[in-house]
């Protein structure tokens, strides 16, 4: 793979102004154009607009919250990795990390319930492989439209079965979430899946490339024309009724592949044979690339012709922004790589070189040999052109008022029953028991059996220190009141933590709202983060990091602003954990709190 | 007693029975492209999605290379326990008779349920009582046993069908409630519920534990 | 050669997906349909045409439960 | 009127079940095959065959990411 000489290689397709059109069709604006243009000191082909397209959008550049962002706590003495990894990570003792993060699915989701919940908790399982912890558990936080709706019902019953499908299969157990039904999710609903990873500390991996002349490795499964624009139109566009325009992008999920590369990632991580690891997600092998480089400081080089296809004769830029799933990518160095490619090859696990780190600080991108695409790693990643939100408080309520529940005061047994029997109120038995609970020896309280899910670390080991988790999220609440109903999404998850015995650790977050260039939504958007950050502090956790996902409206207007949060704690002894639920006739009933 | 855990791609209860089997004995891990069972006294076959269970599950894990192994082991008269996926193995295999099929709610279904050992003609329930009563956790999305009617009568008049769901427990639709059988010897057995999983009482229940116990008995008396 | 091969659960046999899909369609206008069945296809490519038969034997289907038919094309 | 359907994945999408399917094979003994695919099939009797494209469409099949094709017989 030798470079040839840049110029002559990379031109530019087109005239200028049909090159500057198809960048606003990529989504891109006028002045995101000009400044590619500046930054590069020449107009980008078009391969590399697609990566900048994508690398650029909203969904992996973060442009209308990155700012925001910056407002959440870090300190914390039992932090390892805060936002910036592929996931965020805590020190929970005896020499174990918990790594933990919540993501979104939603768009996917309310276009194909099944496949995309399924594929939801495949990427964020990849995501917490990605540091070399083994994922432990999973939540799911999820929205949908009153459940007389035929279309809710269609929603909750595919995604349901397809979050069972997917975390059954991959042997991850399925431990807590929540589910909330109200008339803003009709069309858009949450899909929101947090994964918990255990790793040791010394075993932890980064997603820093290093190491010039190491080789970049491409694990798992093939790449197919999955998701080509995919990132940006299923992540960004509102959705309506004529779904059926995105057809091509939905994607398939394959819990069987996901499973084998879970183990054998966390093989190769075990035996100390990787430089780096990282997840394919939005942007595929670009983004991938493009941030396990500026991470190291180091240039990339990737040869489009070696990556195994699914499907013959896809094009260079294909190839770099396909969204297969079930991929990972790695940096071993020279000396190693036949051990990898032997433990894969035991594991069932497709390992094929596709490029190697570079000191040049570029991606490039390769085909046969012929030099089709060179960006500056870090403008992709770290240079993404970011916005103010202009917040403007609405004058009035943006959503009808929810239903009644309870008709005028009737006798009080009535009233009892009508609320247990409410939708947002009665037992999810049918929802969790679809979900293997239990899987990995380690779920000492399960879904039902209290406020928070309680795991063990290390059950191999016959020690019972432990690790609690729960979600939370109030729509109404946060509509009503952006900062405080965040900051009681927050209290509201510490107590459910100490209700189990544990003592809080970290917090993830994903920010579910709307159109962010609308004023009201930013104004929500800004005083949600405001009141996560703010009750963050005062229970001193940091926040580990996130996800953010932004647009979700409908033509029937916006989702209530949907702050969810998932936090850790840690239990010392899980033996001492109490269970929710009267124990015992005879024992006395105390009511705690001011 | 020396245990061995067969894995195949895709399986994912192999860690938790290997946990389990350690409490009682030696236990290691068999690949599912190995030949030889290195001297193990007792198989386990897992729990889990082998092969993602495409096809049927048990189906492409029952052709497998260590399913001759595990033949040639039982047709020895040792001991060989096939839990949830496992059980759906030997079925494909045609180590035990009949097959799972898809629950009757067509649902994955996760709860705690009461069994009953049916029958104590097998090397996992020998030491256990007739009729005793164990917590176990099924976990599964084809459960429901079938096999025609004249094998069922066969197997209940000759002492095979070694657990049942306890009434009012069928998960999942099986015929005559049957939770677990045994083969013609009593040394191979399947069953969907999973021991494995009630060995510690910090995670629910230690029922499950009797039949590793037994196992582990039958072993030292001979 | 292209092969198709049809899998289906035999005659007798509870089959609730097939049932599942016969309830919810008169709900949805659907009248007069009967005795629905689902089953598995699978299509491949093969030089074997002879060893197919084996395949369903020994993979495809399992015999106990499934009844399955070869249908060949060109 | 005898009608079987057969769905199956679309071109294009992965078909997870085809794949593993075929790389099993070889280790199983079976080489030689290729482009495995797995569908379903529904085999259903009517008096309304003509309404059986639309049941596809709204039911049986799931548009997004399936094919399906209708085999009639009598
Ligand atoms: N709401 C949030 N709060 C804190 N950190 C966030 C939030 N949203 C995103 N982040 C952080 O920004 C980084 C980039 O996020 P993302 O693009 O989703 O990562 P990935 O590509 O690994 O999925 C991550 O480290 C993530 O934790």
Redesign the pocket.
């Known amino acids: 793979m030798k470079a040839r000489p840049r110029n002559g290689a990379i031109t530019a397709a087109g005239s200028p102004d049909q090159l500057r059109d198809r960048a606003l069709e990529l989504g891109l604006t006028n002045a995101e154009f000009d400044l590619i243009c500046e930054k590069l000191g020449r107009r980008p082909n078009e391969l590399e607009l697609a990566i900048f397209s994508l690398l650029w959008s909203e969904?992996?550049g973060?442009k209308h919250?990155r700012r925001l962002?910056r407002r959440?706590p870090r300190a914390s003495s039992r932090l390892v990795f805060g936002?910036?990894?592929?996931?965020?990570a805590v020190d929970v003792g005896g020499g174990f990390v918990a790594a933990f993060?919540i993501?979104s699915h939603n768009h996917p989701s309310a276009i194909e319930p099944f496949q995309g919940a399924a594929t939801g908790v495949g990427?964020i399982l990849r995501?917490v492989l990605?540091l070399g912890a083994r994922p432990i558990a999973v939540l799911d936080s999820l929205r949908f439209g009153e459940p007389d709706s035929a279309r809710s019902r269609y929603l909750l019953d595919g995604v349901v079965r397809g979050i069972a499908h997917y975390g059954n299969a991959v042997g991850v157990p399925t431990v807590g979430g929540e589910i909330y039904f109200d008339r803003a999710y009709e069309q858009n609903c949450l899909v929101n899946a947090m994964c918990v990873g255990i790793a040791r500390r010394e075993q932890l991996v980064r997603s820093a490339a290093a190491g010039p002349g190491n080789r970049v490795l491409l694990l798992g499964a093939l790449t197919g024309r999955d998701g080509i624009g995919g990132a940006s139109v299923l992540a960004s566009a509102d959705l309506d009724e004529s779904d059926t325009d995105k057809r091509p992008s939905v994607q398939i999920g394959d819990p069987f592949e996901e499973k084998k590369l879970i183990e054998c990632c966390l093989e190769l991580v075990e035996r100390r044979l990787l430089v780096a690891l990282q997840?394919l997600?939005?942007a595929g092998l670009s983004?991938s690339a493009a941030?396990m480089a500026a991470k190291g400081g180091v240039g990339i080089d990737i040869e489009v012709r070696r990556v195994p296809l699914r499907e013959p004769e896809m094009e260079p830029f294909e190839i770099m922004i396909s969204e297969s799933q079930e991929r990972m990518l790695c940096v071993v160095e020279p000396a190693r790589v036949d051990e990898v490619t032997a433990i894969c090859a035991r594991h069932e696990v497709r390992a094929t070189i596709v490029g190697q780190v570079t000191t040049t600080g570029q991606l490039r991108v390769f085909d046969n040999g012929r030099l089709v695409g060179e960006i500056p790693a870090r403008l992709l990643v770290d240079e993404c052109p970011t916005y103010e939100l202009r917040g403007e408080r609405p004058p009035r309520s943006l959503y009808p008022p929810p239903r009644p529940r309870l008709d005028a005061p009737a006798d009080l047994r009535q009233q009892l029953l009508t609320l247990l029997g409410s939708p947002n109120l009665c037992s999810r038995l049918p929802v969790y028991e679809q979900y293997d609970w239990l899987v990995g020896s380690r779920t000492v309280l399960r879904p039902g059996e209290a406020d928070a899910a309680v795991l063990l670390v290390d059950p191999e080991h016959d020690s019972r220190r432990a690790v609690a988790v729960a979600t939370d999220g109030n729509g109404w609440r946060v509509a009503a009141d952006p900062y405080r109903g965040s900051v009681e999404a927050v209290l509201e998850c510490a107590a459910n933590l100490a209700c189990v015995g544990a003592t809080p650790l970290g917090l993830?977050?994903?920010?579910n709202f709307g159109n962010p260039e609308r004023p009201w939504a930013a104004w929500q958007l800004e005083h949600a983060?405001q009141g996560l950050a703010d009750a963050c502090r005062a229970l001193g956790i940091p926040?580990?990091?996130?996800?953010?996902s932004l647009y979700n409206e409908s033509e029937r207007g916006p989702i209530l602003p949907s702050p969810i949060v998932g936090m850790l704690g840690l239990v010392e002894d899980a033996a001492n954990a109490p269970r929710a639920g009267f124990a015992r006739e005879g024992d006395a009933i105390v009511l705690v709190g001011p | 007693m020396r245990f061995a855990v067969v894995r195949f791609p895709g399986s994912c209860d192999d860690r938790d029975a290997l946990l389990a089997c350690s409490r009682f004995g030696d236990a290691r891990l068999v690949e599912h492209y190995e030949r030889d069972l290195g001297g193990a006294d007792c198989v386990v076959i897992p729990g889990g999605f082998s092969y993602g269970d495409y096809l049927r599950a048990g189906a492409l894990a029952g052709l497998s290379p260590v399913m001759a192994a595990v033949r040639a082991h039982a047709d020895r008269g040792g001991p060989v326990l096939g839990i949830c996926n496992g059980f759906q193995v030997l079925c494909e295999a045609g180590l035990l008779p009949g097959a799972l099929l898809p629950n009757a709610g067509l649902r994955f279904v996760c709860r705690e349920v009461e069994i009953e050992v049916a029958s104590t003609r097998s090397a996992f329930t020998a030491c256990l009582g007739q009729g005793e009563r164990l917590r176990i956790p099924v976990k599964h999305q084809s459960g429901r046993y079938w096999a025609p009617s004249q094998v069922l009568d066969e197997l209940e008049r000759s002492e095979r069908v070694v657990f049942r769901y306890a009434p009012g427990h069928n998960p999942n639709g099986s015929e005559r409630d049957i939770a677990g059988i045994a083969n013609e010897r009593g040394n191979v057995v399947g069953l969907m519920p999973h021991p494995e999983h009630a060995v510690d009482p910090l995670l629910g229940s230690a029922d499950g534990a009797r039949l590793f116990q037994c196992v582990a008995r039958l072993a030292v008396a001979a | 050669m292209k092969v198709r091969v049809l899998i289906r659960p035999k005659r007798g046999l509870l089959d609730p997906q097939g049932q599942a899909v016969e309830r919810a369609l008169p709900a949805l206008g659907f009248e007069g349909f009967r005795n629905v069945r689902v089953g598995r296809l699978v299509e491949l490519e093969t030089e074997h045409p002879e060893r197919v038969p084996e395949l369903c034997e020994r993979l495809l289907a399992n015999t106990l439960i499934e009844d399955y038919e070869i249908l060949e094309e060109r």
């Open positions: 969904h992996c973060y919250s962002l959440f936002p910036g990894e592929n996931a965020g993060k993501e990427g995501d990605a997840d997600g939005a983004s941030e993830t977050n994903c920010l983060v926040v580990v990091g996130g996800n953010v």
